[in-house]
């Protein structure tokens, strides 16, 4: 990235492709509808790192990050942006447009685990919700679902295997 | 010594968590002694701190936990000159051979006997004493049927609508509901073909097809004279997998009638056993308000506060009391439901990866302080969700005069929860009380499976503001790097907290 390059405006790319944009310098209000509410970041010994945003607070964390992808923790919800300058906005969108729309998804394990068994087969299609694998972890059985529509492509996961967290077990071709 | 003559002194509690700090609240009101076990999975548990006596078994470090080790709870209780011994839920409460086993050692099991424990633990003696006593049962064949004859008449005596079922199947497959015999004749050749296609068998049976049955149950008391009351129902439809994940007091489903029927079916199975102590019985409710006997759970349930704030009766002290040989003081004219009460059981687990565990270090927690809201836990700050237990955090129960007024002040409670560290079904209950169907009582036990498209809420602005942080980091990060060019009026530069993140990474 060109070190000399302004920068008057960055978005958030949401892993369902919703888009927020932010003027840089970054402020700390946002406007909404006609007026602008100030959002902070705060952090106190009673309830640790917070947003306080129309005089209510949100739980917060960064769950990782890593080059411009960030896994954060609002509200008990979590949620992944790439971040994205209008410069890689616009490369994202040439690159997308020449391999077409689809975009690959791993599913990772949530925790370690045993696999009882593996429901999904390289090449069949599978519904947002659609359960993958049973991993079982703190002696519950708990089906790992596909968090996308799409075709897998390639199924890691074998039945009566020890998974460590974050082992991907199944990759998908979004739709 | 005679644990019926005389009063229990000292109670071993043979549990952990928030049903240990419950039973050793209202001993000490009672003021009997109580003893926990500190283990080697959770040393500083907040637990011990409620009880008189710590008995340290953080030596121990076999395999079974010592919540489910026999030999080893008889002699602590035993060490420890326990008289009595509550085990709470789970673990060992609903295992006849060990209830047997503390009497044998004149230890005053806080609990049924043994001979109910056992009846009502085995399915098939269960099901017959339902059926000697004229309880509702979801009838079925008692084996396989060979043809449509048999399937006629067998549905003829069940009562429709039935439910073919293959004797090998699973999950669905094989799986067909009739609504009358012309569309038995039809079906029963196809779901035996389809079982034989898909299972290699082609034997099939009929059980009574239960449609969008409700989880009705209700709450016994039983003493050792053979006085058996109920405390009247509890809701528990809302459930995954079959985990409740909330329930109320009473029922939008039963109006003083049908409670009055289904409570004296309960009573009746009660006596039966000669059920003494506190124990549910549960029954599936369906659309025309039939009700089927399901079974008998012989212990204190995870939920049985919503039936204290309702009856204000305590069920602890009631076992407590039962076991040591005091009359019922309640007959079942005495038991009145005031009010409302709604229990969600907040847990450890990721509602965005199919309520997966997700255990931790609970880093910060608070509950919201209000004379209606009451929370039973066995957590606080610095407590660490661990893998060798179950996943809940704390029960969060509200109470109001109605139903109304307690599904509003539970909206409210949900948002001033405060637990950091791991990911709770919070979100879950957020998105339950503000869905129409849930608000109007119109649920069944496939509620979420069936009516809820996504299991989450967040609101408006929430997703918008998790992405003016992701982009706030990503410019103060990048500003140590130099990478781009930004101008930081508003910076401070990179914050303590996410340093601490940083550093904790590598």
Same mark, same amino acid.
């Given at each position: 990235m060109n070190n000399k390059l302004h920068i008057n405006k960055l978005f958030a790319l949401s892993s369902e492709k919703r888009k927020f944009s932010f003027t840089i310098p970054l402020k700390n209000k946002i406007r909404i509808g006609k007026r602008d509410y100030t959002v902070q970041l705060r952090s106190d010994d009673k309830f640790g790192t917070y947003i306080l945003w129309k005089n209510r607070k949100y739980p917060v964390e960064v769950v990782r990050s890593r080059q411009n992808k960030y896994e954060i923790l609002f509200n008990d919800i979590s949620y992944t942006f790439t971040i994205e300058t209008p410069f890689s906005l616009q490369r994202m969108k040439v690159l997308d447009s020449v391999r077409g729309k689809s975009v690959s998804e791993s599913v990772k394990a949530p925790m370690p685990g045993k696999l009882l068994d593996v429901l999904v087969r390289e090449g069949s299609t599978i519904l947002r919700g659609e359960p993958l694998v049973i991993l079982e972890a703190m002696k519950m059985q708990n089906e790992i679902q596909s968090p996308v529509n799409g075709t897998i492509v390639k199924v890691h996961a074998k039945p009566n295997t020890n998974v460590m967290k974050d082992d991907v077990l199944v990759e998908i071709k979004t739709e | 010594m005679n644990a019926e003559k005389e009063k229990m002194k000292k109670i071993l509690i043979a549990n952990r968590g928030e049903i240990a700090i419950r039973i050793m609240k209202t001993a000490r009101k009672m003021k009997i002694l109580t003893v926990a076990i500190r283990t080697a999975a959770e040393p500083d548990a907040m637990y011990l701190s409620f009880a008189d006596e710590v008995f340290d078994n953080? $030596?121990?470090?076999?395999?079974?936990p010592v919540f489910l080790d026999i030999e080893k709870l008889i002699s602590i209780a035993l060490a420890t000159g326990s008289d009595a011994l509550h085990p709470g839920y &789970?673990?060992?409460? $609903?295992n006849a051979y060990f209830a047997q086993k503390c009497l044998d050692n004149n230890l005053n099991f806080i609990g049924p006997t043994p001979d109910a424990i056992y009846k009502m633990g085995n399915k098939t003696i269960a099901r017959r004493l339902a059926m000697q006593n004229g309880i509702p049962l979801a009838m079925g064949s008692d084996g396989n049927i060979s043809d449509e004859e048999e399937a006629v008449a067998m549905a003829e005596k069940i009562g429709y609508p039935v439910i073919i079922k293959a004797a090998?199947?699973?999950? &669905?497959?094989g799986m067909r509901i009739v609504r009358d015999e012309v569309e038995m004749v039809k079906m029963f050749s196809v779901a035996s073909r389809e079982a034989e296609k898909a299972f290699k068998d082609p034997s099939v049976f009929i059980e009574k097809y239960i449609e969008n049955p409700k989880h009705i149950e209700f709450q016994i008391l039983g003493d050792k004279k053979g006085n058996i009351i109920h405390l009247g129902e509890r809701e528990c439809?809302?459930?995954r997998k079959h985990q409740k994940l909330l329930e109320e007091a009473p029922s939008v489903a039963l109006d003083p009638s049908l409670r009055k029927k289904m409570g004296s079916m309960a009573v009746r199975i009660a006596k039966a056993v000669k059920y003494l102590s506190a124990g549910t019985v549960e029954f599936l409710l369906d659309s025309e308000k039939n009700f089927y006997f399901m079974e008998m759970n012989t212990r204190i349930q995870v939920e049985h506060p919503v039936t204290e704030i309702v009856t204000g009766i305590d069920l602890i002290e009631q076992q407590i009391r039962i076991a040591n040989g005091e009359e019922l003081k309640y007959r079942q004219s005495d038991i009145k439901i005031n009010g409302w009460a709604i229990e969600c059981r907040?847990?450890? $687990?990721d509602v965005q990866s199919g309520f997966a565990p997700d255990p931790g270090r609970i880093e910060k927690l608070s509950m919201p302080d209000y004379p209606y809201i009451r929370v039973d836990t066995g957590i606080r700050e610095g407590s660490a969700i661990v893998a060798s237990y179950d996943s809940m955090i704390a029960k969060l129960i509200i109470s109001g005069k109605d139903r109304r007024e307690a599904i509003t002040r539970c909206k409210m409670a949900l948002d001033k929860v405060w637990i950091k560290g791991v990911k709770t079904t919070l979100p879950f209950f957020r998105l339950l009380v503000r869905n129409q169907n849930f608000q109007d009582g119109?649920?069944?036990?496939?509620f979420i499976e069936k009516d809820l498209e996504k299991y989450y809420y967040n609101s408006e602005y929430e997703e918008m503001l998790a992405a003016w942080l992701a982009t706030k980091l990503f410019v103060e990060e990048n500003l140590q790097s130099d990478s781009i060019n930004v101008d930081f009026r508003d910076g401070k530069g990179m914050s303590p907290w996410l340093l601490n993140k940083r550093i904790n990474q590598f």
């Open positions: - | 953080t $030596e121990d470090l076999s395999e079974i &789970g673990f060992l409460a $609903e090998s199947g699973g999950g &669905g497959r439809s809302i459930q907040i847990n450890a $687990e119109n649920f069944t036990t496939a």
